[in-house]
């Protein structure tokens, strides 16, 4: 990936999901066939697209967001999270006659999750809605996807971006057959699951995890962040072929819920605020960690302050 040094911080335009999650704890997340019995429920603002916006805004960042939420009471309540947050919510559109997306999220004991996504307005943002907001696209230097909207919107967007702003796309849930453009982005952000997923390869070890992220940049990512959890993160880069990880710090897992949001929001507003390729994924890696250790999605998403506490932590242990 080609570094650039900015003056100022840049703008990050998201173009993304907003969902309403339901989160239930239980010990463990139940087999098909099986019934378990839940510990507590709670309903907060989610979504990956959302996760990652305010994740990056409460890295100092500046971003905008581009999304739909339904005309229901959930809506109001997405959109009013997003201003709360800091970020620019002008074009997140409600949606006549559709519903908000909703998560229904099962987090076990171990904090692992499982999560199962009803889309509602989110399949609503169509490419005319990112067309519609092009002079975001001209504003911005980064646009961060995710895959929880329509595919063809997702290629709209990375369409207005090119030559203009840098692209990351963080490819969740994994498609199951995808065009060969969508890889073609400046910075690529799957977890072990989406990496398999995408190239047909395992990505479990660390030499799997290195080939895959390498397979990835050979289809057209410029540079993969290919994230392992308590394993850190593999970086792969198309400029130099070189292969790289930073492992991540030990800590308490409660719930890995949005640690990769957490990831991808810090990793982005470190590289607007001028952090070289490695400044900026050490940043991450610890923002992602921290998110491990708090419940929730919205909630575990750190500040800076939180990211910096965790940095002085990992220092002395
Ligand atoms: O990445 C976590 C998010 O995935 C949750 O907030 C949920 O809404 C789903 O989109």
């Known amino acids: 990936m080609e570094e650039v040094h900015l003056t100022r911080p840049g703008n990050i335009l998201v173009v993304g999901s907003l969902n309403l999650d339901w989160v239930l704890r239980c010990r463990k ?9 839940g510990n507590s429920l709670s309903e907060v603002p989610g979504g990956k697209g959302a996760n990652q916006a305010v994740a990056a805004a409460r890295q100092g960042a500046d971003v905008r967001m581009i999304g739909r939420v339904g005309d229901d009471p959930f809506g109001a309540k997405l959109r009013e999270d997003l201003r709360r947050e800091g970020v620019g919510s ?46 975001l696209f ?42 060969p453009e969508l890889l073609r982005v400046d910075i690529l952000c799957p977890n072990e699951t989406e990496a398999a997923a995408l190239t047909g390869l395992p990505a479990d070890t660390d030499e799997e995890a290195e080939v895959a992220a390498r397979r990835l940049c050979e289809l057209g990512a410029g540079c993969v962040l290919l994230t392992r959890g308590a394993r850190g993160v593999t970086v792969a880069t198309q400029v130099d ?25 810090a990793f982005a507003a470190r590289l607007m605020w001028g952090d070289d390729l490695r400044g ?28 910096e506490g965790l940095r002085r932590k990992a220092a002395v242990s």
């Open 29 to 37: 997340i139940p087999r098909p066939g099986q019934t378990v019995h």
């Open 241 to 265: 072929g070189n292969v790289w990880s930073v492992p991540s710090p030990a800590v308490t897992a409660v719930d890995s819920t949005a640690a990769g949001d957490a990831f991808a929001g």
């Open 280 to 307: 900026a994924v050490n940043h991450a890696v610890l923002a992602g960690a921290h998110a491990v250790t708090i419940p929730g999605a919205r909630d575990s998403l750190p500040t800076l302050a939180d990211v």
């Open 90 to 135: 002008d074009a997140v559109y409600a949606t006549p006659g559709a519903r908000s997306g909703l998560a229904v999220i099962t987090v076990e004991d171990s904090g692992e999750n499982a999560i199962t996504v009803l889309a509602g307005a989110n399949a609503q943002l169509k490419p005319a809605d990112v067309r519609r907001a092009e002079s």
């Open 138 to 179: 001209k504003e911005a230097d980064l646009v961060m996807l995710q895959l929880e909207i329509p595919l063809d919107t997702v290629l709209a967007a990375i369409e207005l971006a090119r030559g203009a702003a840098r692209v990351l796309l963080d490819p969740a849930p994994a498609p199951g057959r995808f065009p």
